[in-house]
């Protein structure tokens, strides 16, 4: 079995690494003394962890504790961050009375470690959630691509909140649970949100009554269902217009908007501009 060290993997005396996987291949079973963060943006594959196998999709984040022992399968075009932290990080960077750790009465990574090895590595932030994580990760490695003025600093901030994010997955008991839409539903939304899709359908695939499936989506997103799939819409236009060279026309049949005037007003009222000034920011 492959073991990886910190010595090996991170540059001179750095605390954290980070580097994207992106070329679909399987990683043979290895363990490492520090610990891995990954997060999966794209694709899917199989991560086996201490021996129990998980699947993971777009969204979904590992948190490898060191020594665990761990591989993963690619089954379908799988792209992924993963986030390496030594382990003396922990003790000298992240202990402190202000953050996570004091509020989860812990007073040492050694002491985390136990109650991390006792939970599932796998936590699972939904559509509304990703893109502030992807971004996390993306100014992690800008700035380790860098050298300049408060790195350190920075790089602490945005680790801490990754971290944060993390443990409140794990740790942290979810009261509003059962007011929650299916992970699945939003998945199948944000999968084919091209397509028309009505809440009625969505409701029996939950076995929901309608009028009672349209207040829970409204309690847990603070919008009704046709504006969340709106909204869905509008993030895959901002999405096409800063990444591919696609008129504005040909987005807005890509995205699944019928009328040219909803799509235009819509953009306008949540973004303050039109999609040529938002594409040449």
Avoid at 20 to 40: A, G, M, P
Avoid at 198 to 223: G, H, V
Wanted: aromatic share 14%.
């Amino acid at each position: 079995m492959l073991h990886y060290k910190a010595d090996e993997e991170f540059q001179s005396d750095a605390m954290v690494a980070i580097k994207k996987i992106d070329d679909n291949r399987d990683e043979q079973i290895h363990n490492h003394d520090f610990v891995e963060i990954v997060y999966v943006t794209e694709g899917e594959g199989k991560h086996s962890v201490n021996g129990e196998e998980f699947s993971v999709k777009a969204g979904d984040l590992l948190f490898l504790n060191y020594g665990c022992t761990h591989a993963f399968t690619v089954t379908d075009k799988m792209i992924a961050y993963n986030l390496m932290v030594r382990v003396d990080y922990f003790t000298k960077n992240m202990i402190k009375d202000d953050n996570l750790f004091y509020m989860l009465a812990l007073t040492s990574f050694e002491k985390i470690q136990h109650e991390l090895n006792d939970k599932s590595p796998l936590v699972s932030f939904d559509y509304n959630e990703r893109a502030d994580i992807v971004n996390l990760f993306k100014n992690i490695e800008d700035e380790l691509s860098k050298n300049e003025l408060g790195k350190s600093w920075i790089l602490d901030s945005y680790i801490n909140v990754i971290l944060c994010k993390v443990f409140r997955k794990i740790f942290v008991k979810d009261d509003n649970k059962d007011n929650r839409i299916p992970q699945e539903i939003l998945d199948y939304i944000n999968q084919h949100f091209n397509e028309k899709i009505s809440l009625k359908e969505l409701s029996q695939r939950c076995f929901y009554n309608p009028a009672y499936f349209s207040r829970l989506f409204k309690k847990a997103f603070n919008m009704g269902f046709t504006d969340y799939v709106m909204d869905v819409r509008l993030r895959q236009c901002c999405e096409l217009l800063k990444s591919s060279d696609y008129t504005i026309e040909k987005i807005i049949e890509e995205c699944g908007f019928s009328d040219r005037n909803t799509f235009y007003e819509r953009f306008k009222n949540k973004y303050g501009c039109t999609p040529s000034e938002y594409r040449n920011r």
